[in-house]
Every structure is written in structure tokens, then in C-alpha cells.
């Protein structure tokens, strides 16, 4: 582009004035080459510091949300400017860059708007961003816009495509690929969670000159139509997405990496991985069984008459079901976590005539495991249960006072069943810890406060991360020196051994009452939706259940989030629910990841490190105590002493030390990454770009 010529010349006249600067330099001072007074041609321009923030302009639309949500999970500083909101900030020149230590500087790295040309934005204020953005090659994401000449794309009607976009497959296209989103592999396939509601519209159009398509799908005139891509034109970058989002839809969420990484040159704070780790509680011990008769789970408070709990059945892993864990283990390459009740299985081992053929087993495999301590026999460990109502309270004492398990029984199930392991050869980590029921831990409505004697019997086994429960206690919170680890339950019931049980109990919670369900969907709307019809005992499961479960699943390991899934030992036996739906996620991941983005399976431990480390940058960033910026080749991180910052680089990218340098962080997603500190006498990180990384961060 012309624009971009004149740079280039900047940079030659500079080379010559300065008699033979490194090349690195003279291309990061060429971006201010034409704003140099005619004045100053005798003088090289400084290179300009580019801070690594985002300005967010935003219209309250989903699209603008759903990328500011994929910043503010990921790390990434952004101001905000609320487009309508009274007293807003005045976009003008000296909002967008000044002068710092005699360096021009650039207050953004990049800019989000809603689209090409948002209203509420003055002119003037739109012609101090295209100022800013030519002067320091700055890139702006079109949030969300529609496919016309501006953008560089045809009218839809001239051989594209408008309309409804569900189960639509489009694909990333080979630019896409070397590009932003080469992380990807396979083909985007927009979801159609709801076949009577349309969730997703866009504007696919064919591309123009000066236009780079990332994501495209076949154009019904043929060729090919573009949903998002590049736009060049007048020395500035748009990145143009012409389909409707939010944050919570998978589309959005596998591209959202690529937008950001587009929007940056790949050089930002920030990082993000896609996990998934599995807990199996239970491990030892039998799981009491679904009643469908009665709709209830004998043995549990509220399932009264009928057959007692003795009566039924209980599910129970066998040694045949062990081999196939640890084989399946194997073929998927996928490693899951045994949360382990030693005395439960001891207690079923005297029970049964001194021999238990599963416990023998799944020692036998005990390395191929992850093991976690859940307690010796599973007991509650909050307040003592009054069973003689339901639902259940807590028992009071002579004053009214709550009744609590006290911290020596807590604390004695959980040195018992560390112990247990230790003895057997189980490596397990003694700071990581499931409780019951995750009981201990407050559980509204009954118990609305922690045990108070939970957090010193943690103190006491040096257990600094234990399990919560997401759906009700989401955010990593204290309990006394440790921490929890919110996990997601799977809908892949605790007391169901076989599909048609399953389907049972899934057709009891989901559907009305006039179709024979409980009617808890229609009592609260708002938080569950029932089922059209029930489904069919025989088919259900495949075919609507594993399906729905492994969606879910999946929308958390593309959304950057730690938390665990947890099932139970029950789903490992008899029909062995389970595996369907771990195949899918595994299956539907691969199929659309590259292999330089793997699932990552963190430890419980390593999930907890992990949102430690975002609340202190989080708090860090809400301070005001972070400083981050890239001259030319050079990146400077400055945050709070015991902070560590999150960093995404190009490969090749070194991190200075006191001495010499190290290669930075770890590969995933085709950069490098990593929570990083100064090390020992140096007041912050400075990272080296690869040479020409500069150049390639100053064009998005």
C-alpha cells in the first residue's frame, strides 16, 4: 500500500542520515516517519512506545462484550469507553497518545469498536482514530458489522450469502491459517443448540482488493464468501467480523484466540490455555442406585417407603472395570483423576468376604492415575445433619447454637485415607482435597457458613487447595490458609449405572409435570428448561444426553477455564456412561484444534495456582500497578513485588536476565506464554522479539 511505502522511504532516508542503524530500529521508528515536523528532518524520530493496552469502545452490543469478556479472562488490560454514558471520555489525540520521557506514546496497542463507523462517535472523535491509527499502525476490530464495499466486501446480494447461520460449517482459510488462526485445524461448525430459535445471523460477502479472508464458507454463486477477514486500506487495519456473537457461543469463543492474537501482532499480556481434568469421586466405594419406581435414590433423606436402601442394589466398579479404565486411558491419551475413599473400599472389602478384586486392580495401575484424598469413609463434615425432616437442617444444641463435626474428626479423615495411600504405594499430593459432598464448605440453604472447624483441620494435614462445588460456590475464595477450586458437576448422575437409569432420572428433573416429571423446570424457569417430550429410555441417553453433556464440557475448554469436571466411580461401571461423553469432547476437539494446541489436564492443584495467579494480576490491573509496554524489538512488564504477569510472545522471543537470556515461556497455540517475574535484582521483565516480531506486532 501506499501508505506503507512511504514508510519504507522514512526508513531509507533515516538509514542513510544515521550511516548504517541496526534495520530492527530504523523499521519501528518508521512508523512515525510521517509525522516528523519538516523541521526535524535532520533527526531521526524516536521510536515510539507502544503501551500493551486495549481501548474498548463500546455500544453495549454482545459482540463488544463477548471480546472484552475474552480480554478480561485472558489478562489482557483494556479501558473501556461507553459509548451513551454520560460524561464519557472526549476521544481526541491527547486521549490516544503523548510524549513520555521525550518517546511519543501510543496509549493503545490496538482498538475495538463496535463497527467500521460506530454511532455515537463524533467526527471528530473518528478522525482522531484514524490519525492515531495511521500514525502508529495501530489495528481496530470491527466488531460486528455487515458485508458491504466499506469493509472491502461485495453486498450479499452480489453472489453471498445473508440469513440464519445455524450448523452452518465454514472453514478457516490457508491466510487464517498461517495467520491468527493457525491454531485452528478443522472446520467451524456454528451451533444449533435449539433448532426453533434462530441463534446466530450474519452477512457472508465475496472479498474485495485489499481484503485477506480468515473464515469463509461456499458462496451460493460459487466461490467462496467471507465471515471474517483483513481490510486494508488508507494505512489503517480492520479486522471486519460480519456475524452476530456473544461470549457464551462455542463460534465465538474457539475464534476469539485469533481475534485477540490479530488484534495484538501476537505480543500482549495476558495468557490462556484450554483445559480439561476429570475427578472420579468415590474411587473404593459403592454409589447407592436410582429408584425408578419411586423417583428417588434410597438411602438419601428425602426417598421415603418403598424398598429400604439395603434392598437395592448399590454400583460398585469391578476389576474388569478398572482394566478398561486404564486401557482407555491409554488409547485417548487422556489421564483421569481417582478421588479415593480408602475406608469406604475397606469397609466393602470386610464386608464381601476380605477380598476385593477392584481395589487390587486399580493398584496394580495406581501410576497411571492421578489420586486425590476424599476423605476415609465419605462422611458429612459440616454442621451435624437433623435427618428427622425434610429437607434436612442443622442440628442445634441446648443454646440453638449450630452443632459442628468437630476438627478432629475431620481432621482424622483426612489423615487416615492420606496415610492409606502413602502405604500402598499411591502417590498422592497431601495439599489437594475433595470433602464428601464437598461438606465443610458452606451449602445453602441449611448451612450458609464454612464448618469453623474445617479450616484448622486443613492447617492440620497441610491441605492448601480443596474442592468446591461451581455450581454453587464458582469463585475461588480462602477457607482459613487453604483454597478452593471450583469444579463443574457433569450431568452424568452419581446414582445411575446404566443408560436406561439414567434416562430415567434425567426424564424425571426435565420434564413437566404433566409429562410425568417432577416439574422442577417449570418451577424455575430461569435456571432449567424442560424437555419437549421425555426421552426414550432406550435411545435417550446416545442421542440426546452424551451429546447435550459433551457440548457443555467443551464450552468450558474453549472458554481459557481451569475449573475440573467431576463425575462419580458409578459412571465408570456397569454400562461405563461415562466414556461416550469424554470420546465426544475428546473427538470434537481434536478434530477442530491443531496438534500445537493441546488439551491441557491440570492437577487440582494446578487449577488452583492457576486463578490465584489471575486474582492477584486481576487486583494488580483494578490498581493501577501494572506497567507494560513494547519499544521496537523490546518489551518491558512492570508489576507489583510477588505478582507474576501473564505474557504471550511470537516463538523466539528471550527473556534478559542478570546475565545473557532464556528462551521465554512455553509453546502453545503458536506462541510462547507464560506467568512470569523479574528475576533475582531486576526491577521488571524485559522480553527480546524475534527479529522482525516489531514489525509484524506494528500491523496486527
Given at each position: 500500500?501506499?501508505?506503507?511505502?512511504?514508510?519504507?522511504?522514512?526508513?531509507?532516508?533515516?538509514?542513510?542520515?544515521?550511516?548504517?542503524?541496526?534495520?530492527?530500529?530504523?523499521?519501528?521508528?518508521?512508523?512515525?516517519?510521517?509525522?516528523v515536523?519538516?523541521?526535524?528532518?535532520?533527526?531521526?524520530?524516536?521510536?515510539?512506545?507502544?503501551?500493551?493496552?486495549?481501548l474498548?469502545?463500546?455500544?453495549?452490543?454482545?459482540?463488544?462484550g463477548?471480546?472484552?469478556?475474552?480480554?478480561?479472562?485472558?489478562?489482557?488490560?483494556?479501558?473501556?469507553?461507553?459509548?451513551?454514558?454520560?460524561?464519557?471520555?472526549?476521544?481526541?489525540?491527547a486521549?490516544?497518545?503523548?510524549?513520555?520521557?521525550?518517546?511519543?506514546?501510543?496509549?493503545?496497542?490496538?482498538?475495538?469498536?463496535?463497527?467500521?463507523?460506530?454511532?455515537?462517535?463524533?467526527?471528530a472523535?473518528?478522525?482522531?482514530?484514524?490519525?492515531?491509527?495511521?500514525?502508529?499502525?495501530?489495528?481496530?476490530?470491527?466488531?460486528?458489522?455487515?458485508?458491504h464495499?466499506?469493509?472491502?466486501?461485495?453486498?450479499?446480494?452480489?453472489?453471498?450469502?445473508?440469513?440464519?447461520?445455524?450448523?452452518?460449517?465454514?472453514?478457516?482459510?490457508?491466510?487464517?491459517?498461517?495467520?491468527?488462526f493457525?491454531?485452528?485445524?478443522?472446520?467451524?461448525?456454528?451451533?444449533?443448540?435449539?433448532?426453533?430459535?434462530?441463534?446466530?445471523?450474519g452477512?457472508?460477502?465475496?472479498?474485495?482488493?485489499?481484503?485477506?479472508?480468515?473464515?469463509?464458507?461456499?458462496?451460493?454463486?460459487?466461490?467462496?464468501?467471507?465471515?471474517?477477514?483483513?481490510?486494508?486500506?488508507d494505512g489503517?487495519?480492520?479486522?471486519?467480523?460480519?456475524f452476530?456473537?456473544?461470549?457464551?457461543?462455542?463460534?465465538?469463543?474457539?475464534?476469539?484466540?485469533?481475534?485477540?492474537?490479530?488484534?495484538?501482532?501476537?505480543v500482549?499480556?495476558?495468557?490462556?490455555?484450554?483445559?480439561?481434568?476429570v475427578?472420579?469421586?468415590?474411587?473404593?466405594?459403592?454409589?447407592?442406585?436410582?429408584?425408578?419406581?419411586?423417583?428417588?435414590?434410597?438411602g438419601?433423606?428425602?426417598?421415603?417407603?418403598?424398598?429400604?436402601?439395603?434392598?437395592?442394589?448399590?454400583?460398585?466398579?469391578?476389576?474388569?472395570?478398572?482394566?478398561?479404565?486404564?486401557?482407555?486411558?491409554?488409547?485417548?491419551?487422556f489421564?483421569?483423576?481417582?478421588?479415593?475413599?480408602?475406608?469406604?473400599g475397606?469397609?466393602?472389602?470386610?464386608?464381601?468376604?476380605?477380598?476385593?478384586?477392584?481395589?487390587?486392580?486399580?493398584?496394580?495401575d495406581?501410576?497411571?492415575?492421578?489420586?486425590?484424598?476424599?476423605?476415609?469413609?465419605?462422611?458429612?463434615?459440616?454442621?451435624?445433619?437433623?435427618?428427622g425432616?425434610?429437607p434436612?437442617?442443622?442440628?442445634?444444641?441446648?443454646?440453638?447454637?449450630?452443632?459442628?463435626?468437630?476438627?478432629a474428626?475431620?481432621?482424622?479423615?483426612?489423615?487416615?485415607?492420606?496415610?492409606?495411600?502413602?502405604g500402598?504405594?499411591?502417590?498422592?499430593?497431601?495439599t489437594?482435597?475433595?470433602?464428601?459432598?464437598?461438606?465443610?464448605?458452606?451449602?445453602?440453604?441449611?448451612q450458609p457458613?464454612?464448618?469453623?472447624?474445617?479450616?484448622?483441620?486443613?492447617?492440620?494435614?497441610?491441605?492448601?487447595?480443596?474442592?468446591?462445588?461451581?455450581?454453587?460456590?464458582?469463585?475461588?475464595?480462602?477457607?482459613?490458609?487453604?483454597?478452593?477450586?471450583?469444579?463443574?458437576?457433569?450431568?452424568?448422575?452419581?446414582?445411575?449405572?446404566?443408560?436406561a437409569?439414567?434416562t430415567?432420572?434425567?426424564?424425571?428433573?426435565?420434564?413437566?409435570?404433566?409429562d410425568?416429571?417432577?416439574?422442577?423446570?417449570e418451577?424455575?424457569?430461569?435456571?432449567?428448561?424442560?424437555l419437549?417430550?421425555?426421552?426414550?429410555?432406550?435411545?435417550?441417553?446416545?442421542?440426546?444426553?452424551?451429546?447435550?453433556?459433551?457440548?457443555?464440557?467443551?464450552?468450558?475448554?474453549?472458554?481459557n477455564?481451569p475449573?475440573?469436571?467431576?463425575?462419580h466411580?458409578?459412571?465408570?461401571?456397569?454400562?461405563?456412561?461415562?466414556?461416550?461423553?469424554?470420546?465426544?469432547?475428546?473427538?470434537?476437539?481434536r478434530?477442530?484444534?491443531?496438534?500445537?494446541?493441546?488439551?491441557?489436564?491440570?492437577?487440582?492443584?494446578?487449577?488452583?495456582?492457576?486463578?490465584?495467579?489471575?486474582?492477584?494480576?486481576?487486583?494488580?490491573?483494578?490498581?493501577?500497578?501494572?506497567t507494560?509496554?513494547?519499544?521496537?524489538d523490546?518489551?518491558?512488564?512492570?508489576?507489583?513485588?510477588?505478582?507474576?504477569?501473564?505474557?504471550?510472545?511470537?516463538e523466539?522471543?528471550?527473556?534478559?536476565?542478570?546475565l545473557?537470556?532464556?528462551?521465554?515461556?512455553?509453546?502453545?497455540?503458536g506462541?510462547?506464554?507464560?506467568?512470569?517475574?523479574?528475576?533475582?535484582l531486576?526491577?521488571g521483565?524485559?522480553?527480546?522479539?524475534?527479529?522482525?516480531?516489531?514489525?509484524?506486532?506494528?500491523?496486527?
Amino acid at each position: 500500500m501506499q501508505s506503507r511505502g512511504v514508510r519504507i522511504r522514512g526508513g531509507e532516508r533515516s538509514r542513510a542520515r544515521a550511516g548504517g542503524r541496526a534495520a530492527g530500529a530504523l523499521l519501528a521508528a518508521a512508523l512515525l516517519a510521517s509525522a516528523v515536523p519538516a523541521g526535524s528532518a535532520a533527526a531521526a524520530p524516536a521510536v515510539p512506545r507502544i503501551d500493551l493496552t486495549v481501548l474498548v469502545v463500546d455500544d453495549g452490543g454482545g459482540a463488544v462484550g463477548a471480546i472484552a469478556a475474552e480480554l478480561k479472562s485472558t489478562g489482557v488490560p483494556y479501558r473501556t469507553v461507553r459509548l451513551g454514558e454520560q460524561g464519557r471520555p472526549v476521544i481526541t489525540p491527547a486521549f490516544l497518545s503523548d510524549t513520555v520521557d521525550g518517546r511519543p506514546r501510543a496509549k493503545f496497542q490496538g482498538v475495538v469498536l463496535p463497527s467500521e463507523t460506530p454511532g455515537g462517535l463524533s467526527a471528530a472523535e473518528q478522525a482522531a482514530l484514524t490519525a492515531y491509527q495511521k500514525t502508529y499502525a495501530v489495528p481496530q476490530v470491527d466488531a460486528y458489522t455487515w458485508s458491504h464495499p466499506g469493509v472491502g466486501l461485495d453486498y450479499t446480494s452480489d453472489g453471498g450469502f445473508s440469513g440464519v447461520l445455524d450448523g452452518v460449517r465454514t472453514d478457516v482459510t490457508a491466510a487464517g491459517k498461517a495467520g491468527p488462526f493457525g491454531y485452528l485445524d478443522g472446520p467451524v461448525v456454528f451451533e444449533d443448540n435449539a433448532p426453533e430459535v434462530a441463534e446466530s445471523y450474519g452477512y457472508a460477502g465475496r472479498p474485495r482488493e485489499g481484503y485477506t479472508s480468515f473464515l469463509d464458507l461456499p458462496a451460493p454463486g460459487g466461490g467462496r464468501a467471507s465471515l471474517v477477514g483483513e481490510y486494508a486500506k488508507d494505512g489503517r487495519r480492520e479486522l471486519v467480523v460480519t456475524f452476530a456473537y456473544n461470549q457464551h457461543q462455542r463460534q465465538f469463543r474457539v475464534l476469539a484466540r485469533g481475534i485477540v492474537e490479530w488484534l495484538t501482532g501476537g505480543v500482549h499480556l495476558g495468557r490462556s490455555r484450554n483445559y480439561f481434568s476429570v475427578h472420579v469421586d468415590d474411587v473404593f466405594a459403592p454409589d447407592a442406585r436410582w429408584d425408578t419406581v419411586r423417583n428417588c435414590t434410597p438411602g438419601d433423606i428425602d426417598c421415603a417407603g418403598g424398598a429400604g436402601e439395603e434392598e437395592v442394589p448399590e454400583i460398585r466398579m469391578t476389576a474388569e472395570d478398572a482394566r478398561y479404565a486404564a486401557a482407555w486411558q491409554r488409547s485417548s491419551g487422556f489421564t483421569m483423576d481417582m478421588v479415593y475413599n480408602a475406608g469406604s473400599g475397606e469397609e466393602w472389602k470386610e464386608a464381601n468376604g476380605g477380598s476385593d478384586p477392584l481395589t487390587a486392580q486399580l493398584l496394580a495401575d495406581r501410576a497411571q492415575y492421578r489420586w486425590i484424598n476424599h476423605t476415609y469413609t465419605h462422611p458429612f463434615l459440616g454442621c451435624v445433619q437433623d435427618v428427622g425432616v425434610v429437607p434436612w437442617k442443622c442440628a442445634t444444641d441446648a443454646r440453638g447454637a449450630t452443632r459442628y463435626v468437630s476438627r478432629a474428626e475431620i481432621s482424622a479423615q483426612i489423615r487416615d485415607n492420606h496415610t492409606w495411600a502413602v502405604g500402598k504405594g499411591v502417590a498422592v499430593d497431601r495439599t489437594e482435597l475433595v470433602t464428601g459432598e464437598h461438606s465443610g464448605l458452606k451449602v445453602l440453604p441449611q448451612q450458609p457458613a464454612d464448618n469453623p472447624n474445617l479450616a484448622g483441620a486443613l492447617a492440620d494435614n497441610g491441605v492448601r487447595w480443596i474442592a468446591s462445588d461451581n455450581s454453587r460456590d464458582p469463585a475461588q475464595r480462602n477457607v482459613g490458609a487453604a483454597r478452593t477450586v471450583p469444579r463443574h458437576p457433569m450431568n452424568v448422575y452419581y446414582n445411575v449405572g446404566t443408560a436406561a437409569e439414567m434416562t430415567d432420572e434425567y426424564n424425571w428433573i426435565y420434564t413437566s409435570r404433566a409429562d410425568g416429571g417432577s416439574g422442577i423446570c417449570e418451577d424455575n424457569p430461569a435456571t432449567s428448561t424442560c424437555l419437549a417430550d421425555p426421552l426414550d429410555p432406550d435411545t435417550g441417553y446416545g442421542s440426546y444426553i452424551v451429546p447435550q453433556e459433551a457440548r457443555i464440557a467443551l464450552s468450558h475448554v474453549v472458554a481459557n477455564d481451569p475449573r475440573p469436571h467431576y463425575v462419580h466411580q458409578s459412571n465408570l461401571a456397569e454400562e461405563r456412561l461415562l466414556y461416550p461423553v469424554l470420546d465426544k469432547v475428546l473427538a470434537d476437539y481434536r478434530a477442530l484444534y491443531a496438534d500445537n494446541t493441546p488439551i491441557v489436564n491440570p492437577r487440582q492443584s494446578e487449577a488452583g495456582t492457576e486463578f490465584a495467579r489471575r486474582a492477584a494480576w486481576d487486583k494488580a490491573l483494578a490498581e493501577g500497578r501494572v506497567t507494560a509496554y513494547r519499544i521496537g524489538d523490546t518489551v518491558t512488564v512492570k508489576a507489583p513485588s510477588g505478582v507474576a504477569a501473564p505474557v504471550t510472545a511470537p516463538e523466539g522471543t528471550r527473556k534478559r536476565q542478570l546475565l545473557g537470556s532464556t528462551a521465554f515461556g512455553t509453546a502453545y497455540a503458536g506462541n510462547r506464554s507464560d506467568w512470569t517475574s523479574p528475576d533475582l535484582l531486576q526491577s521488571g521483565v524485559t522480553l527480546t522479539l524475534p527479529a522482525g516480531a516489531a514489525r509484524a506486532a506494528a500491523r496486527g
